[in-house]
Each structure stands twice: as C-alpha cells, then as structure tokens.
C-alpha cells in the first residue's frame, strides 16, 4: 500500500510539474509569436519562403519553451546565481495561484485533449495510406503533349515521385514521406485546360521540393499537443497561407505568368468548389460552407501577391530574419527559468505523502 502511495503521489507531483510548466511558457509563447509578426510587418518585402521560415522557427520555439525549461528546484539555483535585482524580479508571486488538486485535473484534460488530437492526426495519415493505395497511375500517352514534358521534367529532376490520379480526392494534392505521389483529381484531367495542368502539377512539385510533407507533419504535431495555445493557433493559420504562397513564388519563377496563374488559381477553385456540392450525400453542408469560406479567404490572400507587380521576385530564404527570430527565441528559452511565473501549482494545498506514510519507514537507524 506504501508502493502504491508512493506511485500517486509521485505521478501527481509530475502532473502537477508539467502543468505548471505548460502554464508558465503561455506569455512567452504569444511574445515570440508577436515578434515574428512584428518582424515581418517590418521587413514587409520578404518573399514569402522568408516569411514561412519565421514563423515555421516561431512554432517549433513555442513548443520548445515547456520542453526545455523546468521550474521549481531548477529555478531557485538559477536565481541564487543571480544579481539581487534580478534574483528579486524572478522571485515575485505569481499572478495565479491553483490548488494541487486543480493541477491535476488540469494535466488530465490536456492529456485527454491531446491524446484526442493526436487519434485525429494518426486516423488522417491512416485515411491518407488508403487514398494512395486507392490512386492509379497516369497514362502519358493519353495526355497533352506540353503536359507529358512537364511530368517528364518533374519526374527526371526527382525520379522518386510519381503522379497519379483518384477520384477520391477534389483538389491537387502532393503526398509525401517516403513515397512521394502528386495526386490530381479525376475531373482535373478531363475538365482543365493543358496550361492549367502544367501549374498545378509546378504547385505540387514546389510541396515536395520544399519538404511541405513533414513540415505539415510537424505542424500538426505540435497543434494536437498545444490545441488550448492560442499563439500556436495563430501561427498555423500564417503557416498554411505561406506554404501555398511559397509554392506559387516557384511556379512564378518558371512561368512568368501572373495573370495566366491566377485565372488558373480561380478556376481550380470554382471547379473544386463545384464538385464538392454536387456531392451532398458524402458530407455535411456545414463542414462544406466552412471549407468553401477558408479556401476562398486563402485564395484571395494568394491573388493579391500574384498580382502584386511589386512582390518579391526571390525565391531564397533571408536567413538574417531566420537569425533574428532564433535571437529572440534563445533569449526566451534562457529567460524563461528567472521570469516571474504566472502560475503556480499550491501543492501545500493537498495531503502530504508523508502524513499517509509510516514515520518509522523514514527514520535512520540509531548510532550504535
């Protein structure tokens, strides 16, 4: 029964450690998302490979901040290092103090949460196994001469992609990790345009070129464990705008053609769209009309810098903005065990293991 004890009360005191930390890194979280922001608000003219890569470092520094950093006995040694007034500053109450047992149940919510968040994200790659076994190859011969080369230069640049077609899918997509397939819908070949198909399938290229599949991988990660952080929300949302753009900078790059890119753009989307409500039977009109606002929001963000005729022609990463944000988001992670805390856990609040326990187990043996 001792054991037993033992066992709770350790894995209390770890719950109610982990919390504290999760609580206490939330301010610092949302100041390195704002210094991203600010930063690129600033650097206004940064492409958006740039821009990706800010807040791509912002969202692996986020997650990074409870991971690394532990209070507590850690934090007092710091502090005890330090100059007075600093140590005074680090030492200052928390401005929210909870019970242990609220500790508790708040680790058991996160874990619930995350652990949901993490079955979703496992079911979509397993959903995603299945999708590419349901894919079938294309048939070149079949295809418009122009189409046949861009697949025979995507295909001699990384001769470990393939390209396939499904009828499971209503959008373009790239596919990655170890078999990497750009999958275009059934109706794109029959429906689009030989130009449109050459874009699309750049698009896609662009994805795997730049590894987008375990980015997005990593950024779904860090979504499911962090779902309750808002600044982690925010990042994502600039995470998915910026990887499309990023894409779209390559096809610019080759093509030369803006105008012709975005008429491409639209009518992929009103197509999309189209195919997506002539099937109301396989999906709620909820979930379709909330689709429909989030990728018409994106693709006007995306129309916008297409047609900027004073965009960033660079398709390089700026690394000194790279080298600002890694700056700021070191001096976080240093700061973090001497800033004030924002939350404490009172575990003076709950029963001591040492009440529940024989003294005699605790005490030394006398001198002989």
Known sequence: MN?????LSLSQEAAQASIGRILNALPEGILIAVFA????????????????????LALLSVAALPLLTGFGGGQKQVLAGMPSAAASWGSMR????????????????????????MARLALGLWQLRGLRQSC????????????????????????????????????PAAVGFWKRTIILPGWALRELAPEDLNVILLHEFAHLRRGDDW??????????LFFFHPAVWWI??????EREMACDDAVLAQTANPHGYATCLVSLLERSLAHRVSQPLQEKRWSMAQAAVRRAHEASLRLAQILDHNRPMATRIWKPAVGMVSAFSLFCLMALPVAPQFVAVDRDSGPAYAASVPSHDFVAPAAA
């Open 94 to 117: 928390p401005a929210i103090s909870i019970p242990a047992g609220w500790g508790s149940v708040l680790f058991l919510a996160w874990a619930v949460g995350a652990s949901l968040a």
């Open 236 to 241: 994502d949302s600039r995470l998915s705008v």
């Open 136 to 171: 079938t190859a294309i048939v070149k011969d079949e295809l418009d001469p122009a189409v046949r080369k861009t697949i025979e230069s995507i295909v001699s640049s990384d001769q470990s992609v393939t390209i396939a077609s499904s009828e499971f899918v209503r959008v």
């Open 37 to 56: 922001w600010g930063l690129l608000r600033v650097l206004r003219k940064q492409n958006s490979g740039t821009r990706f890569a800010v807040w791509f």
């Open 3 to 7: 054991w037993l004890s033992l066992i």
């Open 215 to 224: 980015t997005n991988l990593i950024q779904k990660i860090v979504r499911a």
